[in-house]
T-cell receptor, first 114, second 115 residues
Framework: EPEVTQTPSHQVTQMGQEVILRCVPI?????FYWYRQILGQKVEFLVS????????KSEIFDDQFSVERPDGSNFTLKIRSTKLEDSAMYFC????????????FGAGSRLTVL | GDSVTQMEGPVTLSEEAFLTINCTYT??????LFWYVQYPGEGLQLLLK?????DKGSNKGFEATYRKETTSFHLEKGSVQVSDSAVYFC??????????????FGKGTKLTVNP
């Protein structure tokens, strides 16, 4: 069964450092998403991406965040200058463009900011 | 905006017990409703979904019925197993511009099933 693949599975970084989280969505999917889950809290929407541009972003997705689909297969989330409160599990998700609204999630990348 | 309210956990049951996890939602339109499950150390997996009123989603013995009149989508299972221990998230889909959608999640309910 096709999977959404995320790397790294866990990253530890110092506050103020840049972090790039990578995702390989399912190959025929057209819509891409990032969500995050701070430990013990709900899963929160960050951003959606379609047709090489952001469709919508949440209040969390400020100027420190950016997304990119550089080569038609990868979908990356960059945090320019990490803060302690960015520590969370980040989930990538994708779905087809055929009207079905089921998202397939990756296993997540755990980011720990020290 | 749209929101999902989910029964607070944690829930601890014995094997073969009956499970109900309550979920209610607030939405301006007619969202699709979902239950996702997160097993320890893993990501989110779709458990079941319903796309319109009175639809019943079912999978692996779990069921949930889309009740528009009570804006609810309660998850039930007649006989839980130890392997059902996980965190369960209720969610709705919220249509956003460009034909895309985003999921709005509840806080999650942690279920522990003891042998």
């Amino acid at each position: 069964e096709p999977e959404v693949t995320q790397t790294p599975s866990h990253q530890v970084t110092q506050m103020g450092q840049e972090v790039i989280l990578r995702c390989v969505p399912i190959s025929n999917h057209l819509y891409f998403y990032w969500y995050r889950q701070i430990l013990g809290q709900k899963v929160e929407f960050l951003v959606s991406f379609y047709n090489n541009e952001i469709s919508e972003k949440s209040e969390i997705f400020d100027d420190q965040f950016s997304v990119e689909r550089p080569d038609g297969s990868n979908f990356t989330l960059k945090i320019r200058s990490t803060k302690l409160e960015d520590s969370a599990m980040y989930f990538c998700a994708s779905r087809t463009g055929n009207g079905a609204n089921v998202l397939t999630f990756g296993a997540g990348s755990r980011l720990t900011v020290l | 905006g749209d929101s999902v309210t989910q029964m607070e956990g944690p829930v601890t049951l014995s094997e073969e017990a009956f499970l109900t996890i309550n979920c209610t939602y607030t939405a301006t339109g007619y969202p699709s409703l979902f239950w996702y499950v997160q097993y320890p150390g893993e990501g989110l997996q779709l458990l079941l979904k319903a796309t319109k009123a009175d639809d019943k989603g079912s999978n692996k013995g779990f069921e949930a019925t889309y009740r528009k009149e009570t804006t609810s989508f309660h998850l039930e299972k007649g006989s839980v197993q130890v392997s059902d221990s996980a965190v369960y998230f209720c969610a709705l889909s919220d249509l956003i511009r460009g034909g895309s959608e985003k999921l709005v999640f509840g806080k999650g309910t942690k279920l522990t099933v003891n042998p």
